[in-house]
């Protein structure tokens, strides 16, 4: 069976909406997944009028509007208590040495190293009960990445075919972009503590789904990716000649394992279609973008990466995974991750203060600013969150430690309400009070608002259904 068809006949199992005739009407659309977005969408409508699908209330007027999706990736764990949950009431044991400051967002406070952020909190949802029990990096990384709990809670956890595809493949599978764009898209860091974070590509739905990942620094002048590059004297019409076309996919698959592996060379067609294609060409082409714009999003490799997501987003990509950092930090107050505890607790924040804070504080909110003012924000949602938050309490030795139990997860667009917040932690930031999420339930809304029916099932290992998410809705958030 292919893959196509995988996808569907596995959708239907748990999807009764899905009826015979439709999924052999999409099927002679082409079964990779361009019709079946449209009846997923609809098959969720259906399940939310039947009562299926409701929260509390009623939620039958609610339609999913995202077209696509920014997951910007803070490896490490920021921490909750000083961005986004303050507890500006507590002991200085547990509010911290940063100052507060109001926001945009009434009766929010952010740090005081955040005033840009500040003025477009009335932008964003805030998600300040999500919670687990994972406390290792790779196990709890692997969770937010795929929104499915990991088997155990071990530094050592890595890519198994056992385990579950990273959210853009599954998105590749289901609901894929149009022919001549990636689906998904991952740069420029394979992240890793230790053995590699899995989570991060397509698992067992199979190499063709992995995203089109490189490491090339969109903020070097000279940026451009050999993946999706034409070796000089072979234009696009050469591509014609078979044993050209062979020597010319041999090479690019050769790259990509030289590169982490996304797999282009296991389709060749596929490869040829995002080589020879002008639109690809076109969004990473960001030397097109005026001096102005590239300067608002800070000329560093996170920042000019920001820039490319909007700029690919806008081409039509449907996912796109931007990594913070390669690791979860270490002593280095200028580099890495948010993993701030192997710093003691008066040199923890520093680093906070010198490196995090002030790269957050440029490009996210210019990356909101700018997906709004082109009208892309109500239909682009963006995800900024890690794989845990911090200790509420500072640890004398270890700062703020690794904290599962509660945390915040800042969403914006995509058909969520603007200016939000959802639950609360207790007074310490320490346990959700009310609303707790659980990582399923943020993946189902995900997958929701991209049209993609959470209960929809893709065929696993020895050929098993296996529900995309396990989650519920967060009703309350969609706009």
Not at 143 to 153: F, K, M
Not at 164 to 182: C, H, M
Not at 272 to 290: D, K
Not at 397 to 408: I, N, Q, S
Request: hydrophobic share 40%; net charge neutral.
């Amino acid at each position: 069976m292919s893959d196509s068809k995988q996808s569907i006949a596995a959708t239907s199992m748990r999807n009764p909406v899905l009826s015979r005739r439709a999924l052999l009407e999409a099927g002679s659309r082409g079964l990779l997944g361009v019709g079946l977005a449209p009846l997923v969408r609809s098959a969720t409508a259906s399940r939310v009028a039947a009562g299926e699908l409701r929260g509390d209330t009623d939620q039958s007027a609610l339609r999913a509007r995202a077209k696509s999706v920014i997951f910007l990736y803070q490896f490490g764990g920021p921490s909750h208590v000083d961005l986004f949950d303050r507890k500006p009431d507590a002991p200085e044991q547990i509010r911290g040495p940063l100052f507060g400051i109001q926001t945009a967002l009434s009766g929010m406070q952010t740090c005081e190293q955040l005033p840009r952020l500040a003025t477009v909190m009335d932008k964003v949802t805030l998600v300040r009960s999500v919670h687990h029990e994972f406390k290792n990096h790779n196990p709890a990384s692997y969770y937010a990445l795929a929104g499915h709990a990991p088997p155990v809670d071990d530094i050592r956890l890595r890519e198994s075919l056992d385990l579950y595809p990273a959210y853009g493949s599954v998105v590749d599978r289901l609901a894929p972009a149009a022919r001549e764009l990636p689906t998904f898209v991952a740069y420029p860091h394979v992240i890793r503590d230790g053995e590699n974070t899995p989570g991060q590509r397509a698992s067992f739905l199979g190499r063709r789904h992995d995203p089109l990942f490189f490491r090339a620094d969109p903020n070097a002048a000279d940026f451009r990716l050999p993946e999706l590059s034409l070796p000089e004297g072979i234009s696009p019409d050469r591509l014609a000649n078979r044993r050209e076309l062979q020597q010319l996919i041999d090479g690019q698959s050769r790259i990509w394992e030289t590169s982490a592996g996304a797999g282009l060379g296991a389709q060749y067609e596929r490869a040829v279609e995002l080589i020879g294609s002008t639109r690809v060409r076109e969004a990473f082409n960001l030397s097109a973008e005026p001096d102005k714009v590239r300067d608002g999003y800070g000329r560093t490799t996170y920042g000019q990466g920001l820039l490319l997501a909007r700029r690919l987003v806008e081409a039509g990509v449907r996912f796109v995974n931007v990594y913070f950092s390669s690791n979860i930090g270490g002593q280095s107050y200028t580099s890495g991750g948010w993993d701030t505890h192997g710093f003691n607790n008066t040199l923890m924040y520093p680093i906070i203060k010198a490196w995090h804070l002030p790269i957050t504080d440029q490009t996210l909110p210019t990356l909101l600013t700018d997906l709004d003012e082109r009208g892309l924000l109500d239909e682009t949602l963006v995800v900024w969150m890690g794989e845990f938050g911090r200790s509420p309490k500072i640890n004398k030795f270890a700062g703020r430690d690794h904290w599962p139990g509660c945390y915040t997860v800042l969403l914006a667009g995509g058909g969520l309400k603007r200016g939000y917040i959802h639950g609360a932690s207790d007074r310490d930031g320490a346990k959700p009070d009310r609303d707790a999420v659980r990582i399923d339930d943020l993946a189902a809304t995900i997958y929701w608002l991209l049209g993609i029916d959470p209960a929809s099932e893709v065929l696993g290992p020895n050929e098993r259904p296996l529900r995309i998410s396990g989650g519920e809705v967060i009703w309350p958030i969609v706009a």
